[in-house]
């Protein structure tokens, strides 16, 4: 009998309880994660909590716009503040820049980088830079359709636009379009300066197209900080389907 109970004891502290999870192994995995040796795991592993961070903040901004009645008090300040600014030589500057971020300017822009992307080899650059553009289009269309907000009309604009105003087409797509530029750089070369260079440049031009679209009346300041946020998660969701496949040598890139 005491032979039994001392059996079933052990079967019952041995047998049946989990065993705690180790810090140490919890360490071990984070360290081996964040480690140069595994780097396919770093770029995932970076590239979900940065997608994770931009929704999450595109989610509270867009919370908070909808949900106070008529405009927001910041976007009407910064909207009356802007129109003092207006002159006739700046307002044609302003109409100059904010072309970069149309459609007559990105899709052949976009083609004439996928081509020579697939001309030197690069083909799943090439690919995921064309599905990073086509998709950004029409994630910011799903967008403006579902939210559908009305444009800016403390004064008459200085265009013409036709559709929803949140998020602001033009800030998303040359986010997704000139950010995908940088990703492309930063993935096929490690020269620090080209890369310091690239990043500098785009961000002048995505932060001169948003403050465009403010100055000429046609958006609100917080529908181009929504278009950078959206188009900022849609390059990093491809940048890091870029590396993935790139590191994995599936395909020749």
Do not use: Q
């Not at 070369?189 to 785009?202: I, S, Y």
């Amino acid at each position: 009998m005491e032979l039994r109970r001392r059996d079933s004891l052990e079967n019952v502290t041995t047998g049946n309880t989990p065993i705690p999870a180790s810090p140490s192994r919890l360490r071990t995995f984070l360290r081996r994660r964040f480690s140069r040796e595994e780097t396919l795991g770093l770029y995932l592993t970076v590239g979900f909590v940065a997608f994770a961070l931009l929704v999450a903040l595109f989610g509270i901004l867009a919370d908070e716009v909808f949900e106070v009645h008529g405009e927001n008090p910041i976007d009407r300040r910064i909207t009356l503040a802007v129109r003092a600014l207006h002159a006739p030589g700046r307002d044609a500057l302003a109409r100059t820049i904010t072309d970069l971020g149309d459609v007559r300017f990105l899709m052949p822009a976009a083609l004439a980088t996928v081509a020579a992307l697939y001309i030197k080899g690069r083909r799943v650059s090439a690919l995921l830079f064309a599905g990073s553009v086509l998709g950004g289009w029409l994630l910011e269309t799903v967008l403006k359709i579902s939210f559908h907000r009305t444009r800016p009309d403390l004064w008459p604009a200085l265009v013409t636009e036709k559709t929803a105003s949140f998020p602001s087409g033009h800030a998303t797509m040359t986010t997704v379009f000139f950010g995908g530029i940088v990703a492309l750089v930063f993935h096929l070369t490690k020269n620090r300066r080209a890369r310091a260079g690239a990043l500098f440049a785009v961000a002048v031009i995505v932060l001169a197209v948003g403050f465009t679209r403010i100055y000429l009346g046609a958006h609100w300041l917080t529908d181009v900080l929504a278009g950078y946020l959206v188009g900022l998660l849609w390059v990093v969701l491809c940048a890091t389907g870029t590396e993935y496949f790139a590191r994995r040598g599936r395909v020749k890139n």
